[in-house]
């Protein structure tokens, strides 16, 4: 007990102590845990040798903002990583690192990550995967990107910026820069490129947008409403939100090779934030025919049969199903609050896992461990982050401005 | 591009680029300036100054009278599309305008308050825009004359998370354009 007790202090120091590095290292986010679990792991992570970046660092960061492992001196820690750089061919670095249980004495990894110089926190991260998944037996995803809007000036005189930036919050780079609203950033399946909604012609249309070379498609520039692009499993398709002259919405799905156009919703209520099902063979999607919104679930076919998913409440939207598929993350309201909720699909049982009152935008990391979502604080849009046992919750907060509409990309190979 | 679309908002917009906070906090609802006009230019200064100069080049080509050139704002309840007997009159008082001026378009911007999910208020706006379009078609003007765009909550009016706030961004702005 008293163990646990100092061990929460101690956890504590080290976050406040994380929360001065990062600023520091002028992220445009910064990452404070806001709750986390009552005994994490206790690891202690040398400065790797010969490392002329603060790769162990980053390692240590990642790991201990987890808030599953608890940054340790060596005699409290249970495991200890050690590491060293040397150079590997055409300029790339090599990292080699250990993993050791201190209580058994057993090396549990021996392993080694080799990227350019300018990709070292991508290495760093790729460790912390490995020592997180190889001591507790299930994947993170230091590794992998985030996108988010960010939103800088004073209404009605706004800038809309799309940035993605690492899941930590830091390398952000600026991908589409507007005086008019970006909106429903999407990744791509295999990571390549965002699908988002901009109003730079004074109209909505759909882009598909390379992250790496910034070429960009216009996908669905009809007259009226072009929203709520989302992915199919297989990267080839767009579940999308159309409206019709009279300016009703429904649902439609886009062949992107083709440009074929499969209307799915045929209702004059609202009909949108369409997303597929883990596996491709339905949609969900927000509907308000039954007076307030909720969710309903349609096969990706024209004029498909409706069945509504969420019955708890008056105000159930916007859902993003889990990467194994049982589960849908979604905005509920609960009396004047809107709030994250997640909806266990074969139960039915609902859980509210934010505290806010503008929680909004819910997505699942791409190892289903976690929900990023939006959330309003102090009058500021803010990012956060809560572990889907609702025990870790972190705040990531823009230096300056608003961060709104994060979108967890998926696993790099 | 630029020259079709823009117009009257123009003078506003360069007086909200370059007016202060407080002139921003005292401007009455229906004087809160469109949306600045330019696209998506990494260089803020380029940005306003090339809009600036349109908004000078255009400013003469459609010239409301001043009880309309203030009142380009249909407000609108919580969860409603229901336009106000009040606004009905306004909205009349617009098709008027625009029975004597052939030339002339209007877009429809709707827009929502901060609440709720983004896209599904997309649909929200876009209600509001066609409650408004409807309304003009009833008044006489041709369909082919209105467009709408819902912006959501993504535009709002003004910052801020109070009922008072909330009620200056649930609208409908009326923006005229020339062809």
Redesign the interface.
Same mark, same amino acid.
């Not at chain 1, 709750?35 to 790991?63: E, H, M, N, Y």
């Not at chain 1, 609960?334 to 909720?341: D, F, M, P, Q, T």
């Not at chain 2, 609108?76 to 009040?86: H, K, P």
């Not at chain 2, 009833?138 to 709408?148: D, K």
């Given at each position: 007990m008293i163990e646990r007790i100092a061990r929460a202090l101690r956890y504590g120091l080290v976050t406040a102590a994380l929360a001065l590095v990062s600023t520091s290292a002028r992220a445009q986010l910064q990452v404070d845990i806001t709750s986390g679990v009552t005994a994490p792991v206790p690891i202690v992570i040398s400065a790797f040798t010969d490392d002329a970046q603060p790769s162990s660092a980053v390692v240590g960061q990642d790991l201990s903002r987890s808030g599953r492992f608890v940054l340790q001196e060596r005699t409290r820690a249970d495991y200890m990583v050690a590491g060293r750089a040397l150079p590997a061919a055409e300029g790339r670095i090599t990292i080699e690192f250990e993993l050791v249980n201190l209580l058994t004495g057993q090396r549990l990894l021996a392993e080694q990550v080799t990227a350019a110089p300018s990709a070292w926190r991508n290495a760093a991260h790729r460790i912390a995967d490995r020592i997180y998944q190889r001591i507790l037996g299930v994947r993170s995803a230091f590794a992998t990107r985030i996108a988010y809007v960010a939103v800088d000036g004073? *209404?009605? =005189?706004? /800038?809309?910026r799309l940035v993605v930036a690492d899941a930590d919050g830091e390398n952000p780079r600026t991908i589409? &820069? $507007?005086?008019?609203?970006i909106?429903?950033p999407a990744w791509s399946p295999d990571g390549e490129s965002i699908a988002y909604v $901009?109003?730079? %012609?004074?109209? =909505?249309a759909i882009y598909v947008q390379t992250v790496r070379t910034a070429a960009r498609r216009r996908v669905s520039g009809r =007259?009226?409403?072009n929203? *709520?692009p989302a992915w199919s499993p297989d990267g080839k398709r767009l579940a999308l %939100?159309l409206?019709s002259a *009279?300016?009703n919405?429904d649902v439609h799905v886009l062949e992107l090779e083709s440009g074929t156009l499969t209307r799915v919703t045929e209702h004059p209520a609202?009909d %949108?934030?369409p997303v597929w099902a883990s596996d491709g063979t339905a949609l969900f999607f %927000?509907s &308000?025919r039954a007076g307030g919104?909720q969710i309903y679930r349609a096969a990706p076919v024209a004029a498909a049969a409706v069945q509504r998913v969420s019955f708890s409440g008056s105000?159930n =939207? /916007?859902a993003r199903p889990s990467p194994d598929g049982r589960q849908l993350a979604h905005?509920t /309201?609960e009396g004047g609050a809107?709030r994250i909720a997640v909806l266990d699909l074969q139960s039915g049982a609902v859980r509210v896992l934010s505290k806010g009152t503008?929680d909004? $935008?819910p997505g699942f990391s791409p190892d289903g461990g976690t929900l990023i979502y939006a959330g /309003?604080e102090r009058?500021q849009d803010v990012l956060a982050t809560v572990s889907t046992d609702g025990l870790i919750a972190q705040r990531l907060q823009a230096t300056s401005g608003d961060v709104r509409?994060p979108a967890w990309g998926p696993f790099r190979p | 591009m630029f020259k079709k679309s823009l117009v009257l908002v123009l003078p506003l917009l360069v007086l909200a680029a370059c007016s202060s906070t407080s002139r921003q906090e005292e401007a009455p609802p229906a004087e809160v300036a469109p949306p600045p006009a330019a696209v998506a230019t990494p260089d803020d200064a380029d940005a306003m100054a090339s809009a600036g100069t349109v908004g000078e080049l255009n400013a003469r080509s459609v010239t409301l009278p001043p009880e309309l050139a203030d009142r380009r704002i249909i407000y609108f309840a919580f969860d409603s599309d229901a336009i106000s007997a009040e606004d009905q009159a306004l909205i009349a008082a617009h098709a008027r305008f625009m029975a004597g001026r052939t030339g002339v378009r209007l877009r429809l911007e709707g827009h929502t308050d901060q609440r709720g999910s983004r896209e599904y208020n997309i649909g929200l706006g876009e209600r509001r825009a066609q409650a408004v379009r409807r309304a003009l078609g009833l008044q006489g003007v041709a369909e082919a004359r209105l467009s709408t765009v819902s912006y959501g909550e993504e535009q709002p009016a003004v910052g801020g998370e109070d009922e008072a706030a909330n009620a200056r961004n649930r609208r409908v702005e009326l923006v005229y354009t020339a062809e």
């Amino acid at each position: 007990m008293i163990e646990r007790i100092a061990r929460a202090l101690r956890y504590g120091l080290v976050t406040a102590a994380l929360a001065l590095v990062s600023t520091s290292a002028r992220a445009q986010l910064q990452v404070d845990i806001t709750s986390g679990v009552t005994a994490p792991v206790p690891i202690v992570i040398s400065a790797f040798t010969d490392d002329a970046q603060p790769s162990s660092a980053v390692v240590g960061q990642d790991l201990s903002r987890s808030g599953r492992f608890v940054l340790q001196e060596r005699t409290r820690a249970d495991y200890m990583v050690a590491g060293r750089a040397l150079p590997a061919a055409e300029g790339r670095i090599t990292i080699e690192f250990e993993l050791v249980n201190l209580l058994t004495g057993q090396r549990l990894l021996a392993e080694q990550v080799t990227a350019a110089p300018s990709a070292w926190r991508n290495a760093a991260h790729r460790i912390a995967d490995r020592i997180y998944q190889r001591i507790l037996g299930v994947r993170s995803a230091f590794a992998t990107r985030i996108a988010y809007v960010a939103v800088d000036g004073v *209404a009605p =005189a706004l /800038r809309y910026r799309l940035v993605v930036a690492d899941a930590d919050g830091e390398n952000p780079r600026t991908i589409l &820069d $507007s005086r008019l609203p970006i909106m429903s950033p999407a990744w791509s399946p295999d990571g390549e490129s965002i699908a988002y909604v $901009s109003f730079e %012609t004074r109209s =909505a249309a759909i882009y598909v947008q390379t992250v790496r070379t910034a070429a960009r498609r216009r996908v669905s520039g009809r =007259a009226g409403v072009n929203g *709520a692009p989302a992915w199919s499993p297989d990267g080839k398709r767009l579940a999308l %939100t159309l409206s019709s002259a *009279a300016g009703n919405l429904d649902v439609h799905v886009l062949e992107l090779e083709s440009g074929t156009l499969t209307r799915v919703t045929e209702h004059p209520a609202i009909d %949108t934030e369409p997303v597929w099902a883990s596996d491709g063979t339905a949609l969900f999607f %927000t509907s &308000d025919r039954a007076g307030g919104p909720q969710i309903y679930r349609a096969a990706p076919v024209a004029a498909a049969a409706v069945q509504r998913v969420s019955f708890s409440g008056s105000y159930n =939207a /916007r859902a993003r199903p889990s990467p194994d598929g049982r589960q849908l993350a979604h905005v509920t /309201r609960e009396g004047g609050a809107y709030r994250i909720a997640v909806l266990d699909l074969q139960s039915g049982a609902v859980r509210v896992l934010s505290k806010g009152t503008q929680d909004e $935008s819910p997505g699942f990391s791409p190892d289903g461990g976690t929900l990023i979502y939006a959330g /309003r604080e102090r009058g500021q849009d803010v990012l956060a982050t809560v572990s889907t046992d609702g025990l870790i919750a972190q705040r990531l907060q823009a230096t300056s401005g608003d961060v709104r509409e994060p979108a967890w990309g998926p696993f790099r190979p | 591009m630029f020259k079709k679309s823009l117009v009257l908002v123009l003078p506003l917009l360069v007086l909200a680029a370059c007016s202060s906070t407080s002139r921003q906090e005292e401007a009455p609802p229906a004087e809160v300036a469109p949306p600045p006009a330019a696209v998506a230019t990494p260089d803020d200064a380029d940005a306003m100054a090339s809009a600036g100069t349109v908004g000078e080049l255009n400013a003469r080509s459609v010239t409301l009278p001043p009880e309309l050139a203030d009142r380009r704002i249909i407000y609108f309840a919580f969860d409603s599309d229901a336009i106000s007997a009040e606004d009905q009159a306004l909205i009349a008082a617009h098709a008027r305008f625009m029975a004597g001026r052939t030339g002339v378009r209007l877009r429809l911007e709707g827009h929502t308050d901060q609440r709720g999910s983004r896209e599904y208020n997309i649909g929200l706006g876009e209600r509001r825009a066609q409650a408004v379009r409807r309304a003009l078609g009833l008044q006489g003007v041709a369909e082919a004359r209105l467009s709408t765009v819902s912006y959501g909550e993504e535009q709002p009016a003004v910052g801020g998370e109070d009922e008072a706030a909330n009620a200056r961004n649930r609208r409908v702005e009326l923006v005229y354009t020339a062809e």
